[in-house]
């Protein structure tokens, strides 16, 4: 969080607000509200409050919500009091976050509702903005649902492009087991299956702690369900939208994952005004 601010702050600030350096003297103190303009989740709160404190450690925040409230049009979140330079300073940016993280948390709340009263998680993806993920993850964290690997190197995840170059789900599994024997590490292994017949495979080759049904149709799917009978996790991933998700209920799956959650939501509008 603290190299992604101060790499921010770089980026944005270069060698001066010349803005705020031309028209406002540079004692001058001031006060701002962050106001919410659309209902929904509210998440980033933690990370603004950083933002205000790597911008200038004697600006002063009173908050007056947190992260995972729900917020309707015409809420204050905080007030932040100090030198007018460093509010500006960090406007856009607290705005940048905020905006983006409440805006994945309202869809994967939205998400979760539709899932209510089954046993069916809600997976994010890698499917993020380079540099951003981790505060992506937390907000679908904050709006309900449960973060997938953060990357690459904390799960094992074959996907079709491993199975394809490795030489088929026999080869790739059987190259896993021998990784994981050589290396000592202790990782979850996920592989994806496109049909039926790789999945019989990989319930009769065994290996993995979970099986990713990937763009099945809905009648596959069913078939592929009652093959598994729950011998392994199931993930099923592949398209699925707000619009589909609810196909998916009371089927027994027991992860469904959707890049859609960081990559295709609404930022929640709100600003930060002078007062």
Do not use: W
């Amino acid at each position: 969080m603290h190299r992604f601010i101060a790499n921010a702050f770089i980026e944005d600030v270069g060698d001066g607000d010349h803005t705020s350096l031309a028209c406002i003297p540079g004692n001058t103190q001031g006060r701002a509200k962050l106001i919410i303009k659309e209902n929904g989740i509210l998440a980033g709160v933690a990370v603004a409050l950083e933002v205000f404190q790597q911008a200038d450690a004697t600006l002063h925040v009173d908050s007056f919500l947190n992260d995972g409230t729900v917020v309707k049009t015409g809420d204050i979140v905080l007030e932040v009091t100090g030198s007018v330079h460093s509010i500006l300073k960090a406007e856009r940016l607290v705005l940048n976050i905020m905006q983006r993280m409440s805006g994945i948390a309202t869809l994967t709340n939205k998400m979760v509702h539709i899932l209510n009263d089954t046993n069916t998680l809600l997976l994010d993806t890698r499917k993020t903005t380079p540099g951003f993920r981790y505060f992506e993850k937390e907000a679908v964290r904050i709006g309900g649902g449960t973060n997938h690997r953060f990357g690459l190197f904390d799960m094992i995840l074959i996907k079709d492009n491993h199975v394809d170059y490795a030489g088929g789900i026999a080869a790739a599994l059987a190259a896993t087991k021998a990784y994981l024997q050589k290396t000592g590490k202790s990782l979850r292994v996920e592989i994806e299956t496109r049909n039926l017949t790789e999945v019989a495979e990989v319930l009769h080759i065994g290996g993995a702690d979970r099986i990713m049904l990937d763009n099945f149709d809905l009648e596959t799917l069913k078939k592929a369900l009652k093959l598994i009978d729950k011998k392994i996790e199931t993930e099923v991933s592949g398209g699925i939208t707000p619009e589909t998700l609810p196909n998916y209920r009371g089927l027994g799956i027991d992860y469904i994952s959707m890049g859609a959650l960081t990559h295709s939501y609404h930022s929640l509008d709100m600003s930060l005004k002078a007062f």
